[in-house]
T-cell receptor, first 115, second 108 residues
Framework: KAGVTQTPRYLIKTRGQQVTLSCSPISGHRSVSWYQQTPGQGLQFLFE???????NKGNFPGRFSGRQFSNSRSEMNVSTLELGDSALYLC??????????????FGDGTRLSIL | KNEVEQSPQNLTAQEGEFITINCSYS?????LHWLQQHPGGGIVSLFMLSSGKKKHGRLIATINIQEKHSSLHITASHPRDSAVYIC??????????FGTGTLLAVQP
């Protein structure tokens, strides 16, 4: 069974640009969560999607958005990039139901660098 | 004060030693997770527990809901156990709140 796949693995952008990251969950998993990891703030929850609906959201500005498609694949978008958005962005999937009460399976992440 | 506190932040052990990492939290939770992160970023879920104790190989995780405390134990530690161990809790609102992690180095 294929694991969680995130693309791209590495990305370099400049301030003011926007970026879209992709996450393909494990087959059969309908919950997809996104996290940001930085040296200063550690791991922080961005949002969770389940059946194409955002079910929960962390404390991030509106520049951070996401969506989920009918096949459970998810994308997150960051607009008007700032230097502080440089981070490792991780996606995790879990089985249907109360997503956060199921073991989460993480992808390898997308490392985003803002110049 | 962070809602999830881990100790110690850094830990160096000799191969074969018994290791304990502690996690305390201040919010109500429905589950607690122990995660392992190796250099390069990949995260592996080790345990998800809401009560009692779980064991997988040389790893043991316990939780005391009344005391809001969990421990991760590694028996007969090995250099390949070197990684960052992260405690995370699930409040009832369906999201993970993470501790700052414990960097473990096991020396041969």
């Amino acid at each position: 069974k294929a694991g969680v796949t995130q693309t791209p693995r590495y990305l370099i952008k400049t301030r003011g640009q926007q970026v879209t990251l992709s996450c393909s969950p494990i087959s059969g998993h309908r919950s997809v969560s996104w996290y940001q990891q930085t040296p200063g703030q550690g791991l922080q929850f961005l949002f969770e999607y389940f059946s194409e609906t955002q079910r929960n959201k962390g404390n991030f500005p509106g520049r951070f958005s996401g969506r989920q498609f009918s096949n459970s694949r998810s994308e997150m978008n960051v607009s008007t990039l700032e230097l502080g958005d440089s981070a490792l962005y991780l996606c995790a999937s879990s089985l249907a139901g109360r997503g956060s009460n199921q073991p989460q399976h993480f992808g390898d992440g997308t490392r985003l660098s803002i110049l | 004060k962070n809602e999830v506190e881990q100790s110690p932040q850094n830990l160096t052990a000799q191969e074969g030693e018994f290791i304990t990492i502690n996690c305390s939290y201040s919010v109500g939770i429905s589950a607690l997770h122990w995660l392992q992160q190796h250099p390069g970023g990949g995260i592996v879920s080790l345990f998800m527990l809401s009560s009692g104790k779980k064991k997988h190989g040389r790893l043991i995780a316990t939780i005391n809901i009344q005391e809001k405390h969990s421990s991760l134990h590694i028996t007969a530690s090995h250099p390949r156990d070197s990684a960052v161990y992260i405690c995370a809790v699930t409040p009832s609102t369906n999201k993970l709140i993470f501790g700052t992690g414990t960097l473990l180095a096991v020396q041969p």
